[in-house]
C-alpha cells in the first residue's frame, strides 16, 4: 500500500506555478504516475499536443476536470452549457480520462430556487449522459461542500449524488474529494451505497482555521481529516482508481516551488493517505 503507485497529480494543485506541459514533466520526472488537467491548461496547450505528450509520458488520467455548470438563467445558457459539456466529454475521450468530473453548478444569476438549478443539473447530467455513453465515457459528480451550494454546485452530499446515479443510471459515478464530504456522518453508508460508482477520490486536507473558502486547502497531513479511513471506506467498495491530490492554495503551496511542492506531495501521500 505504501508506495507511489496510485498517486495522480490534479495540476489545480501548481496551477499558479506550472503550464500543462511543465505538469506532464514534473509527473514524469517525480516519479507519478497519474495526473488530472483542467481543462484551461489544457486549451492553453492544445488537446492533440497534449494527448502526444501523455501518451509519451505514459502517464493516466485519473479525470479530465471539468464539465458541469449546468444551471442558467434562460435556454441560451442551458444550450452553451451543454454544448460545452459534449465537448468536454470529447476532450476526456481523447485524453483517455478514467471520467469527466462534473461540478455541476449553482444558482443562475439573480435566481433564489435552489430545487429550480438542481432540476437543470438533472436535467443537464440526462443530457450529457446520453451523448457521453455514446463515445463511452463515464461521468462522476462531485459533491461540493455546501458553502459552494450557490456558487459551485448545489450537489452538496454524497446522497444527492447517489440519489442523481441511481435516477439516471449506467455511465454516471461520484467522484469523492474527501475536502467536500469528509464532514458528512452519513459519509461511510453513502459511499458504500455508491458502490461501483466511485469512480474518483481527490485528497487534500482541511485546515482549522480555513482562512479562504475556494483557496486556503492544506496539504494531507496539516489538517483534520482521516483520510485513511476515507480511502478504506472507497477501496471497500472494488475502487482501484488514483488518489488524486488537489490543493488550492492560494497564500501557502501555490507559492512555493512547484518541485518542491511535488516533493511535498509525495511524501504526504506516502505517510497519511
Ligand atoms: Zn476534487
Known sequence: MADLSRLSLNT???????????????????????IAPWRDKLHDYGLELAVKHIRDTG??????????????ADEAG??????DNRLAVDEAKALDAACLVLVVGGLPEGSKDIAGARQQVRD??????????????????????PMYAADRACVNTMAQANDLCDELGEGLG????????????????????????????????????TTDLLL????????VIDI???????????????CEVEIFSADNW???????????????????V
Open 124 to 145: 443537464g447530467i440526462a443530457a450529457t449522459l446520453e451523448y457521453a455513453r455514446t463515445v463511452g465515457m463515464p461521468l462522476a459528480i462531485e459533491p461540493l461542500h
Open 216 to 223: 486556503d486547502r492544506g496539504m494531507m497531513g496539516d489538517g
Open 59 to 72: 502517464l493516466k488520467l485519473s479525470g479530465l476536470c471539468r464539465g458541469g455548470m449546468f444551471p442558467a
Open 254 to 272: 501555490w507559492r512555493k516551488d512547484a518541485d518542491e511542492v511535488l516533493g511535498t506531495v509525495k511524501d504526504r501521500h506516502l505517510k497519511f
Open 174 to 209: 461520484v467522484a469523492v474529494d474527501v475536502y467536500h464530504v469528509w464532514w458528512d456522518p452519513d459519509l461511510e453508508a453513502q459511499i458504500a451505497r455508491a458502490g461501483k460508482n466511485v469512480l474518483a477520490f481527490h485528497t487534500c486536507d482541511w485546515l482549522v482555521p
Open 12 to 34: 489545480a494543485t501548481v496551477k499558479e506555478q506550472w503550464s500543462l506541459a511543465e505538469c506532464i514533466e514534473g509527473c514524469a520526472r517525480h516519479g507519478i504516475p497519474g
Open 78 to 83: 442551458r444550450q452553451a452549457a451543454l454544448a
Open 228 to 242: 485513511p479511513q476515507i480511502r478504506g471506506w472507497v477501496e471497500q467498495t472494488g475502487f482501484e482508481g488514483a
